[in-house]
């Protein structure tokens, strides 16, 4: 019995100790790829690709269902980035509102004569609109029959886009003027091709929004969504820039995502039945470059591009976690062939088997502790003054690790106007193992045991109800 | 009445270029109305009297082409000529410009007496 | 080998069953809040330079603009101007910082006559020295290496040949590109064979800067860009020029060809097959049809395609009509085709006519959705 525990408490001590290894990897990395971007940031001017006769074209595609109230505003907004040359194609998915009527009024659309040349699979398209407006030529508006997934939507997208780069965003973000920029010049910064392209995404729940247009950022009031701004901030400037250095990164959200159209379409475009289809696609992508023998580049910049609301409520925060939760274990699955893989390269040696050890097992690790720490305690064979010590350690680490990722924040850019933001800010990191933590965790396990009984996931009914985020910062510490 | 000041609204949302317009077209002798974004200005055109709208394209809110488009479709004040000032320098932004009913195109950076000169040539000294 | 490693294990679980793991874990601990205490006081420090900054801003800004307002937008001057009026203090790290940003957001702002002026007035503020003290003693900051040499370029201060030599041999991509800008915007034309002949190892968008370096520089001439076209160089090196082929129209089918035929399915012969367009390479036209035939990609015959609709004279029309009509092909391809008919009036204006009569079904939608003055470049 004792060689038993001992056993068992090895195991989770090397998994423990590995992780805390790839944690104080991703501090140091993160720290070394933010100096990179902003080195090369200050050795150029914005204005060089704003100026540009020759800058690549770019096609924004932004699926939406039932956003009659916001939708006006938040297209608007898309038209109004600063980039010279760019379209945006917004895909009405079927909905059951005034969305596209609105849109038709607005925007002074028509019915054009257009054949979808269906690369990438999609629900049958109904109609393609354009603006008799000469100042919105560069809209277009599909009008497709729901296909019940963000994916389909978007599918649909690609296949109208006119440009050879693809911004993948939700109407209900509110993007900064200069995105198409900074995203831009991360792909043609670059040795080799770069497939698809992040930045960071932080809650719009407080910020000053006025007709879909940031004023001003700040930082959210309502606890929970403060934690997901703390928690998207650790993941973002901490887990994706870190990866960033190797160059592995497994997954760019679904709230702001450029991406190569052709590499996209060759990859067969998103999945319409998974529930992580961003992380799904760009695991696609990924192993479709391996398959070719071509060398690629997935990449974040740490500026922040993106507001998205996140959400509010206990009910919602948790249902998006599941879907998550289950779209991760769908990935893992499907593209298991993948995991330590020496064909699939850094992907199959490094992403995928990261993606599975830590991203994957760490809820559940961590309820197993739970468990045996309650056996131990049963059977009275728990060394407490260690546990405790331990416990502290762990408590600690995490606290540190979350400052240091808004140390990071700063260092990009001073988000926040307001000095008691920040102070607020670090605060919550004490609170976030209390409280948020355990939520993730319930989730994330929740999400597990539904996917392995086949439980049918309430995907459309979810996204429907109204400006939810349908993104995943993957990476997030679990 | 006849010797009223020639009016200009100016839309920038650059400080430093909104201001150098400022001094320098006021101190011509004309008058001006400023606004920082397209929805500023759509609301002063539709208030306000106006000789001549300088903008710039890339604004927030409402970029330029679309500020021009609403002002040659609205009712009054559709004739106002535009000059447009932009960073941008490809040929597409350049024609779109003048499609949607631009009188003239400057990129930046701007030299202050050209841009008086134009001034004149569209409505003539304050 | 298997012993040794039972070994280590071994060894691994005697140190973390003894004395070991109190021990790790009370050293992380310290280090963990020691590295917090670190994280907030970073935080802190942030907040205030960026504090120390804006108060700098504004109470320079104003200063300054006025006085440039006064002194080059009234008085006209040029130069010499009384710099000492401003009392500013550049000898102090952050109020020069802050006074370079004005200053190159009204010289990027002001041009013509005027932004002459305001770069006169950058260099009598003592900015030559300090940039010429930059690039000969940071050279391995990349970010002040660049910014010191935008900054003589500006000012049109020359540099000493050693040390631009030296500069245009760095190892550092970012830093030979800005070296490459400083003598595009100092010497023009003069400095095309020097800037051209040592570039390598730039990406796109090193590439993209320095086509507007050359193209904002008012160059106007027939300069033989192609002859830097090189089957060996990278994909960068090679679109630049041929963008600049495009924008000053030299035709060069043979160089162009050369890098087609080298590798056809690579990025660089793609952009060859669209320069040939855009240069209406007129000799090229059966020789792209050619190249369709023998093609296996889907990227390079759309290439293909797009190019014959610009450089053709009819004698391809046969040819793009019988891909439009083949509906096996991927519907891209016949759209292309199309459009390249299109392209070609007049003289498939009665071939156009024939197929708007009698095509119907997905042909028709085609014909159609190509046709719409709405539907633009898709």
């Not at chain 3, 968008?205 to 050359?214: K, S």
Request: hydrophobic share 45%.
């Amino acid at each position: 019995m004792t060689h038993f525990i001992s056993s068992v408490e090895f195991i989770f001590g090397l998994y423990c100790l590995l992780l805390l290894a790839v944690y104080v990897m991703l501090f140091r990395m993160s720290s070394l790829s933010i100096r990179r971007n902003l080195r090369q940031r200050g050795s150029r001017r914005i204005q060089t690709l704003l100026e540009s006769e020759i800058a690549p074209g770019v096609s924004i595609v932004a699926p939406a269902y039932n956003e009659s109230v916001t939708i006006v505003n938040n297209v608007r907004s898309l038209m109004t980035l600063f980039y010279p040359r760019y379209e945006v194609v917004i895909v009405n998915d079927g909905s059951k509102d005034d969305t596209l009527p609105k849109l038709i009024k607005e925007f002074d659309l028509v019915a054009v004569d257009f054949l979808v040349d269906y690369l990438v699979p999609c629900k049958e398209i109904k109609g393609i609109y354009k603006s008799r407006d000469i100042s919105h030529k560069h809209l277009t508006v599909v009008d497709k029959i729901n296909g019940g997934s963000k994916a389909d939507a978007v599918n649909a997208g690609i296949n109208v886009a006119a440009f050879p780069y693809i911004l993948n965003t939700d109407v209900d973000c509110v993007l900064a003027n200069d995105t198409l920029v900074y995203l831009m010049e991360a792909v043609l910064d670059a040795k080799e091709r770069v497939i698809a392209v992040g930045a960071t995404l932080r809650m719009s729940n407080s910020s000053y929004v006025d007709s879909g247009m940031l004023v001003e950022a700040a930082l959210p009031k309502p606890i929970l969504a403060r934690f997901q701004e703390m928690e998207y901030i650790r993941s973002y400037l901490l887990g994706k820039m870190g990866w960033n250095y190797l160059n592995c990164i497994p997954n760019v959200s679904g709230g702001l995502g450029l991406f190569d159209k052709e590499i996209l379409i060759a990859a067969g475009g998103y999945d319409p039945k998974s529930l992580g289809e961003d992380m799904e696609m760009v695991t696609r992508m990924c192993m479709k470059m391996c398959d070719n023998n071509e060398k690629y580049e997935v990449k974040y910049i740490p500026q922040t591009l993106c507001w998205t609301e996140g959400p509010d409520s206990l009910k919602m925060l948790t249902r998006q976690r599941i879907r998550w939760a289950r779209g991760l274990m769908q990935i893992m699955r499907t593209h298991r062939k993948a995991f330590f893989n020496p064909s699939y390269k850094r992907f199959g040696l490094v992403v995928f088997p990261y993606n599975a050890i830590f991203e994957f097992f760490a809820p559940i690790m961590e309820i197993l502790g739970i468990f045996f720490y309650i056996y131990l305690i049963l059977t009275n064979g728990i060394n407490w003054q260690m546990a405790i010590l331990l416990l502290v350690f762990v408590y600690m680490f995490s606290v540190f690790l979350t400052s240091f990722s808004i140390l990071l924040d700063n260092y990009v850019y001073k988000y926040y106007k307001r000095r008691q933001d920040i102070v607020r800010l670090c605060l919550t990191a004490f609170l976030e193992p209390f409280i948020y933590h355990p939520i993730i965790v319930y989730s994330s396990i929740k999400g597990y045991i539904q996917e392995l009984f086949g439980k049918k996931h309430a995907w459309g009914e979810m996204k429907r109800k109204g400006t939810l985020t349908p993104l995943s910062p993957n990476g997030a510490k679990k | 009445m006849w010797d009223k000041k020639k009016r200009i609204l100016v839309v920038e949302d650059n400080e430093i270029l909104l201001g150098i317009m400022q001094f320098v077209l006021s101190r011509e002798g004309y008058d001006l109305l400023l606004a920082k974004s397209g929805k500023e200005a759509l609301s002063l055109v539709s208030d306000e009297s106006i000789d001549l709208i300088i903008t710039d394209l890339a604004l927030p809110f409402a970029n330029g082409f679309e500020i021009i488009d609403r002002i040659r479709k609205s009712n009054t004040n559709n004739q106002v000529p535009v000059i447009i000032i932009s960073g941008y320098r490809d040929d597409n932004s350049i024609v779109e410009g003048f499609e949607v009913g631009a009188n003239d195109y400057i990129k930046k950076p701007i030299s202050p007496s050209e841009l008086i000169s134009r001034v004149r040539l569209r409505i003539g000294h304050a | 080998m298997l012993s040794t490693l039972g070994y280590i294990i071994h060894d691994i679980r005697a140190f973390f069953e003894g004395n070991g793991w109190p021990v790790f874990v009370i050293v992380a601990l310290v280090l963990s809040v020691f590295f917090w205490t670190a994280c907030l006081i970073g935080i802190a420090f942030f907040y205030y330079r960026d504090y120390r900054y804006r108060r700098a801003y504004s109470r320079i800004y104003p200063a300054l603009r006025d006085f440039i307002y006064e002194y080059i937008l009234v008085e006209n001057r040029t130069s010499h101007f009384p710099v000492d009026k401003l009392g500013l203090d550049l000898d102090n790290k952050l109020v020069s910082k802050v006074v370079r940003h004005i200053l190159h957001d009204f010289i990027f702002t002001i041009g013509g006559e005027k932004g002459q002026s305001m770069r006169h007035l950058f260099n009598e503020l003592g900015f030559d020295k300090e940039s010429q003290y930059e690039i000969r003693h940071s050279a391995t900051n990349i970010v002040t290496t660049v910014r010191s040499l935008a900054n003589l370029a500006l000012m049109k201060v020359s540099i000493q040949d050693t040390i631009l030599d030296r500069l245009q041999k760095s190892p550092q991509a970012e830093i030979r590109v800005a070296a490459s800008k400083y003598l595009l915007q100092v010497e023009g034309e003069q400095a095309f064979d020097k800037v051209f002949d040592g570039l390598y190892g730039i990406s796109q968008l090193h590439a993209l800067d320095i086509f507007q370096t050359v193209v904002q520089g008012n160059y106007y001439g027939d300069y033989a860009f192609s002859q830097w076209l090189e089957v060996s160089k990278s994909f960068a090196v090679n679109s630049l020029f041929m963008d600049l082929m495009v924008y000053y129209q030299e035709l060069n089918e043979a160089q162009l060809w050369t890098l087609i035929t080298a590798d056809k399915e690579s990025k660089t012969a793609l952009k060859a097959i669209n320069s040939l367009g855009k240069l209406l390479a007129k000799d090229s036209e059966e020789r792209l049809q050619a190249l369709y035939t023998e093609e296996s990609s889907l990227a390079a015959k759309l290439e293909i395609l797009k190019a014959l609709g610009r450089v053709g004279q009819g004698k391809s029309i046969d040819f793009l009509n019988g891909l439009f009509m083949d509906a096996n092909l991927p519907l891209s391809l016949r759209k292309h085709a199309y459009r390249s008919l299109v392209a070609q009036k007049p003289y498939s204006s009665a071939l156009l006519r024939k197929i708007e009569e009698q095509v119907d079904g997905e042909e028709r939608k085609l014909v159609r959705s190509i046709n719409h003055p709405m539907v633009h470049y898709i």
